[in-house]
């Protein structure tokens, strides 16, 4: 297998250990955070600019910052997204529910109430995630 055909998040990690080993690299994740600010600044900016196209690479930076933080926290940000998009789906699922037991159209709710029913299910579904686990 050629040295960085992985899929993306696998290559991100292969290349910032690449770099780290021969010195290139952060002496603590302090700088990945700071990285990652950066380049979110950076996308907000271009998005006020209207610069879709560049706001899209500073999207890709984000990425690539967000995978270094992984590599410092020692964990494959596959299985972190992987989680990550494991509780979303459930957290949505739990806020689909409620509006289906108070008979509400999901549709019709401003993102406050939205939000506010999110926050109501959060705790429960991250507790229930955890004791599954």
């Known amino acids: ?7 993306a998040l696998q290559r991100a990690w292969k290349i910032q250990e690449d770099a780290a080993a021969v010195g290139f690299d952060w002496p603590d994740i ?8 950066e380049e979110v600044n950076e996308m907000r900016e271009a998005l006020s ?3 879709l196209n560049h706001a899209r690479q500073e999207l890709g930076d984000v990425l690539l910052a967000s995978v270094n933080a992984a590599r410092f926290l020692k964990i494959n940000p596959e299985v ?5 998009a494991n509780r979303f789906h459930a957290r949505f699922q739990a806020v689909e529910n409620v509006f289906a037991q108070e ?14 029913v ?13 004791n599954s686990a």
């Open 103 to 116: 008979g509400r159209d999901m549709k019709s709710c401003s993102l406050d109430e939205l939000d506010a």
């Open 80 to 84: 972190m997204l992987t989680q990550a």
């Open 49 to 51: 600019c209207g610069d």
């Open 30 to 37: 302090s700088g990945v955070l700071d990285k990652i600010e």
């Open 1 to 7: 297998m050629p040295e960085y055909e992985q899929n």
């Open 118 to 130: 999110w926050n109501r299910v959060k705790v429960a579904v991250d507790q229930a995630l955890e």
